[in-house]
């Protein structure tokens, strides 16, 4: 999912921009839209339905997640 919402902040918030900047299938994409739509972490632009965009909540998110991966890290040598 983070990897999707980076992809989206980058301005390739269409599904084939997604699709292909994360590695996905089609029906696997579509699913994961789906769910980022219903948890608030992605919206559709009005004027264009296929551009999708970042919210407020997926920006948090992704600041935490960012901090969980940098507390999980090994020490460095």
Do not use: C, W
Request: glycine letters at 6%; proline letters at 1%.
């Amino acid at each position: 999912m983070a990897v999707i919402l980076r992809i989206v902040i980058r301005g390739e918030g269409t599904k084939r921009g997604i699709a292909n900047g994360a590695n996905l299938s089609f029906s696997k994409m579509k699913e994961s839209l789906l769910l980022l739509l219903d948890t608030d972490l992605l919206t559709i632009e009005h004027e264009k339905e296929s551009i999708y965009k970042i919210t407020q909540k997926a920006i948090r998110f992704l600041q935490l997640y960012e901090h969980l991966n940098e507390m999980l890290q090994y020490p460095k040598k």
